[in-house]
């Protein structure tokens, strides 16, 4: 007969991609803790590496509640996710600057988490796994947590911040009664100009 396979065999790989996926998460906080400058940012991702390695533990119950081997099995979209962030890093930001991009990239991991958690709830509950889609849930209100304190640490402060250096670097001279919003744009044309003559 053949093997022709089901939501639950479905179910069990996106499982042991999130495993995976996860696993990743707890080698790439760290850097991204080490590359903060803002104390909040770093102590952010450093509460979210520990909310993941309970993650970890919380999927291993998951498996063994399905009777299954606990197991990963490569995840490409977050280690992309990952390598775009490994990029920003070498760049040559000013600090306010890199916080903003650290957060960019936190948060695109935590949507990516949230998506890959909402369908395994989704499917856990249809398949009647009720012990396995509160787990899964658990660790989905985390994520959607996680997102919220970065977009809070971006709104709060360090996008403003890092939205003045910019300005203070590309028009030092104007006087600072001009809207942010109206020196940016100004320089910005200017930029534009100075480029295409090159
Ligand atoms: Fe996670
Ligand atoms: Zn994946
Ligand atoms: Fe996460």
Known sequence: MADTGTLHDAFLDELRDAY????????????????????????????HLEETRGQIERL???????????????CDGIAGIIDEGKSVMEEDFDAATMDACLIAGGQRAEHYEM???GTLVAWARAMGHADAADLLQETLDEEKAADAKLSSLAEDGINQEAAQTASAEEDPEEPITTPVSARTKTSRAAAAVKAARR
């Open 20 to 47: 995976d996926a996860e696993k990743q998460l707890t080698k790439a906080l760290p850097r991204m803790a080490k590359a903060a400058s803002s104390p909040d940012l770093r102590k952010a991702f450093e509460v």
């Open 115 to 117: 998506a890959a958690y």
């Open 60 to 74: 291993e119950r998951v498996f063994e509640g399905l009777d299954e081997k606990v197991r990963g099995k490569h």
